[in-house]
C-alpha cells in the first residue's frame, strides 16, 4: 500500500535536515579546527616560528673583541691586537647559478629578462661568471687568471682564503672593485691578529697567543689572559632571499665586543735589550748550553729584565719552544749558596764574621768526617779563616763547619724562608718549585753538600729574589712583574703595588752579609764582578753539572754564575747570571769568577749608567744631586 503523499514528504524533509545539521557540524567542526590551529600558529607558536624564519634570512656576525695592549714601564709598545681584513671564496655561491646570474647580466649589460631570454645553460653560467671574477681579482691576488680560476673552481676547500692581511685602505680598494664589478661569493671578512713590535726581544717573558686567539701561550700572555681577553659581540643582519645581499633598514640585535684591559710591566725595554745583547754575545763567546740572567730592583721586587739564550730550545718531544728558562728551568746553585748558610749561621748568632774555623784540609788533601763519608775540597788551601774570608775565598770546608753550628731543622727553615723549595708568587706558566727535600729525608750527607750549593735545585728568579733579600736589608719582597692594569683608553685602573713577602733576616744580618759580599769582589773569587767607582757585593757558583740524562756528574763539565747587588752600601739592582756548562780549552777558566762575573759586572756598570747612579769617584752629568741648605 503506498504511502501517504504527506508522509513522504515529511520524510525527505528529515533527510534534508539531518544532512544540513551535519554539514553545518561538519563546517563548525572545521572553522573550529582551523582556529585552532591558528591561534596555535599565530599566538603560541608565533615566537619560535618566527625565530626559525628569522634564521633563513638573518645572519649573526660576531664583532671580535679586541685584546688588551702590553706596555714595558716606559710606554713602550710590547704586544698589541690589529683589526685585518682577508678576502675569502664563497664557493657555494660561485657555484649556484641562482646567485650569480643577476651579476653575469649586469657584465653584459643585460636585464635579468634578457639574459634568462638567451636560455644559457646553468652550468655555462657559472663557468662564464667564474672567468669574469678570476679575470678581476688575478691583478690584485698577484696571479695569473688560470691560477685564479683554478682556485676559485670545485675543490675540497668550501671557502678558501684568497689573502689576508690587508690594513683597510687595502680592504677599502677590494670592496669597491667588488662592488664595480658585480662580483658576488668573493667577500672581506675581518679579523683581529696579535702584533708585537718588540720582535724577538721580551719574546721568552711576553709568551704567544694561539691562532684562534682564545687564550695566550706562555709568558704574560698565558699569566694575564683573563684581564687581556675581551669578550666578543655580535650583530644580526637580515639577508635578501639568496642570502647575497644585506638589506638595508634592518635594526637586529646588536652586543658591543668588551675590549681587554692593557697590562703595563716593570720591564724597562732599555735594560731588557742591554741585558738581552749581553747575553747573546757571552752565549757565542763562551758557548753553553744555556745562560740566563735575571735583573731586579730589590727594594720592590720589581724585575726590570729578564733573558736568556738560546731563543728556541728543544724539549723532550724533539720539537721546538720557547720557554722562559729563567723560571722553569733547575740547577744546582753550587756556592752561591754560601750566601743562605752563612746567613743562617749569623742570624741565629751562632757565629760572627770574625768567628774563625780550621778549613785545612785532614787527610789526603781534603777534609774529612764520619769515616770518610763526607768528603769536602777546597780550590786552594786553606788554614784559619774568619766566617767573613770563609765567603771571601768561598770555602766548601768552612760553609759545612759553619752549617753544623745550626740544626739541620733550622737550616731548612731559612732556606725556604729565602724562597727556595716553592714557586714564587709570580706564577709564571711553567715556573718551578725548585728541589728542597725534607729534613727527614736527608742522608747523613745531606747537610755538607746543601751547604754549598748542591742537593737542591732552584731557578735563576730564586735566587735573583735570594740575593734581593739581603740588599733589602732582610726583607724578601714578591718578584713583581706587572705594574698595573689600564682600560682601552690608557687610564689606570688597578695598582699592583710591591708586596713584602717577611723578614727572613735581621737588617744586622743583611749588613754583616752585604760585607762579607763586598770582600768577595774585592778581596776573593769574584774579583772580575768588580764596577769601578761602584761598591758592589756578591758571590760566584761554580758546581759541577749533572747530567739529564745519565744523571751523574760528569768531569769538566759545570754551572757556573754570579749573583749580587750594586751599589751595596744603596742596592738598587740586584742581578743573577748563570751560564749551563759553558766551554773554554783552559778547564781553569770554568769558574764563574772567570765566566760569570765579567758578565755581571757588564750588565750592572750599563744598568747603573742608564738610572744614572754616579760613581763613587765622579758625577755624570745627567746625575745633579740637590745641594744642601747652607
Not at 77 to 85: E, G, P, S
Not at 217 to 232: C, I, S
Not at 334 to 343: A, D, E, P, W
Not at 444 to 460: F, H, K, N, Q
Amino acid at each position: 500500500m503506498a504511502a501517504h503523499p504527506q508522509i513522504e514528504h515529511l520524510r525527505r524533509e528529515r533527510a534534508m535536515g539531518t544532512r544540513m545539521a551535519c554539514v553545518t557540524m561538519g563546517l563548525i567542526v572545521g572553522f573550529t579546527g582551523i582556529s585552532v590551529r591558528l591561534y596555535w600558529l599565530q599566538v603560541k607558536m608565533h615566537k619560535p616560528l618566527a625565530a626559525e624564519a628569522a634564521k633563513l634570512r638573518q645572519d649573526r656576525i660576531v664583532l671580535p673583541a679586541l685584546r688588551g695592549s702590553i706596555w714595558d714601564s716606559s710606554g713602550e709598545l710590547l704586544a698589541q691586537d690589529r683589526t685585518l681584513t682577508e678576502i675569502y671564496a664563497d664557493k657555494k655561491h660561485l657555484e649556484d647559478p641562482k646567485v650569480v646570474m643577476p651579476c653575469l647580466a649586469h657584465v653584459k649589460g643585460l636585464t635579468r629578462a634578457q639574459f634568462k631570454a638567451q636560455n644559457v645553460p646553468d652550468a655555462q653560467v657559472v663557468t662564464d661568471y667564474r672567468q669574469h671574477v678570476a679575470k678581476v681579482i688575478a691583478p690584485l691576488l698577484g696571479k695569473t687568471e688560470a691560477e685564479t680560476f683554478k682556485q676559485l673552481s670545485p675543490g675540497d676547500l668550501k671557502s678558501p682564503i684568497l689573502i689576508q692581511s690587508l690594513e683597510k685602505e687595502d680592504a677599502e680598494n677590494w670592496r669597491t672593485v667588488l662592488k664595480e664589478q658585480h662580483i658576488t661569493g668573493i667577500y672581506p671578512r675581518a679579523y683581529v691578529r696579535r702584533f708585537n713590535p718588540a720582535g724577538d726581544r721580551l719574546a721568552h717573558v711576553l709568551g704567544t697567543v694561539n691562532r684562534e686567539r682564545q687564550a695566550g701561550v706562555e709568558g704574560v700572555e698565558q699569566l694575564m689572559n683573563g684581564t687581556l681577553k675581551g669578550l666578543d659581540g655580535y650583530e644580526y643582519v637580515e639577508r635578501d632571499s639568496n642570502r647575497r645581499r644585506e638589506l638595508p633598514g634592518f635594526a637586529g640585535e646588536v652586543q658591543e665586543p668588551k675590549h681587554g684591559k692593557g697590562v703595563v710591566l716593570t720591564i724597562d725595554m732599555h735594560l731588557q735589550e742591554q741585558l738581552e745583547d749581553i747575553l747573546l754575545h757571552a752565549y757565542h763567546q763562551h758557548n753553553p748550553n744555556k745562560i740566563q740572567a735575571v735583573l731586579i730592583e730589590p727594594t720592590s721586587g720589581s724585575i726590570l729584565a729578564m733573558a736568556s739564550q738560546p731563543l728556541e730550545q728543544t724539549n723532550k718531544e724533539g720539537s721546538k719552544e720557547r720557554r722562559n728558562m729563567a723560571v722553569t728551568d733547575l740547577y744546582e746553585p753550587g756556592s752561591t749558596m754560601k750566601i743562605l748558610t752563612l746567613s743562617a749561621g749569623l742570624d741565629l748568632h751562632r757565629v760572627n764574621l770574625d768567628t774563625t774555623f780550621d778549613c785545612s784540609p785532614n787527610k789526603d788533601d781534603c777534609y774529612q768526617e764520619q769515616n770518610g763519608l763526607i768528603k769536602l775540597r777546597d780550590d786552594e788551601t786553606n788554614g784559619r779563616l774568619t766566617v767573613k774570608g770563609i765567603l771571601t775565598h768561598s770555602s766548601n770546608i768552612g760553609a759545612y763547619k759553619v752549617a753544623k753550628t745550626i740544626t739541620s731543622e733550622h737550616f731548612y727553615d731559612y732556606i725556604t724562608a729565602f724562597g727556595f723549595g716553592s714557586k714564587t708568587a709570580l706564577s709564571m706558566p711553567r715556573e718551578q718549585a725548585g728541589i728542597l727535600r725534607p729534613v727527614d729525608k736527608w742522608s747523613a750527607t745531606s747537610l755538607s753538600r746543601i751547604a754549598m750549593g748542591y742537593e737542591i735545585s732552584v731557578t735563576p728568579l730564586q735566587m735573583a729574589m735570594a740575593v734581593g733579600t739581603i740588599a733589602n736589608k732582610g726583607v724578601r719582597m714578591q718578584p713583581r712583574l706587572i705594574d698595573r692594569l689600564v682600560d682601552a683608553d690608557g687610564h689606570t685602573t688597578e695598582m699592583l703595588p710591591p708586596v713584602a713577602v717577611r723578614q727572613v733576616c735581621s737588617a744586622r744580618t743583611a749588613a754583616a752579609m752585604t760585607e762579607a759580599l763586598e770582600s768577595v769582589v774585592t778581596e776573593g773569587t769574584g774579583k772580575q764582578a768588580a764596577v769601578e767607582g761602584v761598591r758592589v757585593a756578591g758571590k760566584t757558583g761554580t758546581a759541577q753539572r749533572c747530567d739529564p740524562v745519565t744523571h751523574h756528574y760528569t768531569p769538566g763539565h759545570y754551572v757556573v754564575s754570579f749573583v749580587g747587588f750594586a751599589p751595596a752600601d744603596n742596592p738598587k739592582v740586584a742581578c743573577v747570571i748563570v751560564m749551563d756548562d759553558p766551554k773554554a780549552e783552559d778547564r781553569k777558566q770554568l769558574y764563574g769568577g772567570k765566566l760569570a762575573a765579567p758578565v755581571f759586572a757588564e750588565v750592572v756598570k750599563k744598568t747603573l749608567d742608564y738610572i744614572a747612579v754616579a760613581p763613587d769617584h765622579t758625577l755624570k752629568l745627567s746625575y745633579v744631586p740637590q745641594q744642601e741648605p747652607q
